[in-house]
């Protein structure tokens, strides 16, 4: 169950192989082990816009916005073994995307686009 109403369209996704929902909520994202129903939280700042998923096993990247003046603040979180934060990185833009294939992860930012590899010793 939510803990409160949302005002917006929210962020609802499956995993790749149906066993994990993704889901976006007031003040993170929302994992559901659709296997044994557990459920857990993790808090982000911002609106989670995006998700991308990588092809490593419970690893994915998910892009927040947050408005900030006339831009917006956007930050990208790296997440492990479907429920670990390992990292994030943010940047101000007025657009952004993230795009993963494989182990790359492209991020897009009003008129530029970087590559970053991601390697798993």
Not at 32 to 43: A, I, P, S, Y
Not at 56 to 84: A, Q
Not at 85 to 101: E, H, N, V
């Amino acid at each position: 169950y939510m803990e409160k109403d949302q005002t917006r369209q929210a962020l609802v996704k499956f995993s790749r192989d149906g066993d994990w929902l993704y889901y976006a909520f007031a003040g993170g994202l929302g994992i559901v082990n659709c296997v044994d129903g557990r459920c857990t939280e993790l808090k982000m700042n911002g609106w989670v816009s995006s998700l991308m998923e990588t092809d490593i096993p419970g690893t994915f990247f998910v892009l927040t916005r947050e408005k900030s003046r006339d831009k917006f603040v956007n930050r990208v979180y790296f997440v492990e073994n479907y429920m670990g934060l390992s990292g994030s990185f943010d940047f101000t833009s007025r657009s952004a995307f993230i795009y993963a294939k494989g182990s790359d992860l492209f991020v897009g930012r009003d008129s530029r686009i970087s590559k970053i590899k991601l390697r798993m010793n």
